[in-house]
């Protein structure tokens, strides 16, 4: 898991577990996190992202529990089989995506019309621009 990163806003009122468990689990259920993939090990990612390893293992036990990963003695932490029937949106998590997109736009000195416009446009990209095929190529 090299790319994408992980990032935790310790100025969000969202806490760090549950960032990171959002994260990864967007990750996963959009296909950046393949099945069978390997997560780093709780100590490494909470060294890496300066935190303790209580905060890293409270988020890996949600995934868990919501069965994105799956964890084994000796072989690590992995990203489970996705299941087959589509899963119900989670507005938790789709609340939790928006607040962390929304403090990293208005970091960046986005207002309100920016950040809205962006989401417009990541929703509906339109046309491809010349050159390109339907799939951005």
């Known amino acids: 898991m090299s790319d994408p990163a992980v990032r935790v806003d310790t100025t969000s009122q969202v806490p760090p577990y549950e960032q990171i468990r959002a994260q990864l689990a967007a990750l996963i259920l959009t296909g950046w996190l393949t099945e069978g993939e390997r997560l780093p090990t709780v100590r490494q990612l909470a060294a890496d992202l300066n935190l303790a390893p209580g905060t890293v293992a409270r988020a890996y036990r949600e995934l868990e529990a919501a069965e994105l990963i799956r964890t084994r003695r000796g072989a ?20 939790t995506l928006a607040r962390d997109f929304t403090s990293a736009a208005r970091a960046l000195g986005a207002d309100t019309e920016d950040i809205l416009t962006a989401v417009r446009d990541a929703l509906d990209p339109g046309p491809a621009s010349p050159g390109t095929t339907a799939d951005g190529r």
Request: aromatic share 0%; hydrophobic share 40%; charged share 20%.
């Open 76 to 95: 690590g932490t992995r990203v489970a089989a996705l299941p087959s029937e589509p899963h119900a949106l989670d507005t938790d998590q789709l609340a």
